[in-house]
């Protein structure tokens, strides 16, 4: 029993360690939203660039999408960028309807098989990837998040305090 657990810890491990890398080597993602507008890493230089995964039937998702407006409404003129990406959804008009009744105001991109080569499918929901201005993958956040808690990570980074 004690060597299938570690069997399994170690096969999580490989597998989380492989999800962070294909995002870490995919600093040159493209991703285009809603409006048909494409989003590559390397426009963002010089700007934190959060990723977040999302389903329309989260309720954590749910629950911090007004800070994700918050922090796009804030900070998009200044020092951050926010994308979210709806997964596991019906199709495209549910996507648009829920972002107009959200008021979603930060680029949303419809999650497929082509977003999910660059990342891999998000094993949980919300998961977030963070950016730093220099386009370095520094956080990988699985579950809920919160404009504070981002805020937090900017300044540890600029502090030096988190990799």
Request: charged residues 25%; hydrophobic residues 40%.
């Amino acid at each position: 029993m004690y060597k299938f657990c570690r069997f399994v810890v170690l096969l999580s491990l490989v597998a989380f360690m492989n999800l962070e890398s294909r995002a870490e080597l995919n600093n040159s993602f493209m991703m285009k939203d809603l409006a048909g507008k494409e989003h590559h890493l390397s426009d963002y230089h010089g700007k934190w660039v959060l990723v977040n995964y999302w389903a329309t039937w989260c309720p954590p998702c749910l629950d911090e999408i007004p800070d994700l407006v918050s922090l796009h409404e804030n900070k998009k003129s200044k020092d951050l960028v926010v994308l979210g990406v709806a997964v596991d959804y019906k199709s495209e008009l549910e996507v648009r309807n829920f972002v107009d009744d959200m008021l979603i105001s930060y680029p949303v991109i419809l999650g497929n098989s082509k977003i999910y080569s660059q990342y891999g499918a998000p094993e949980i929901l919300p998961t977030t990837y963070l950016y730093n201005p220099q386009g370095k993958l520094v956080k990988v956040k699985r579950g809920q998040i919160s404009k504070q808690y981002i805020e937090q990570l900017m300044k540890s980074n600029e502090s030096g305090l988190i990799k």
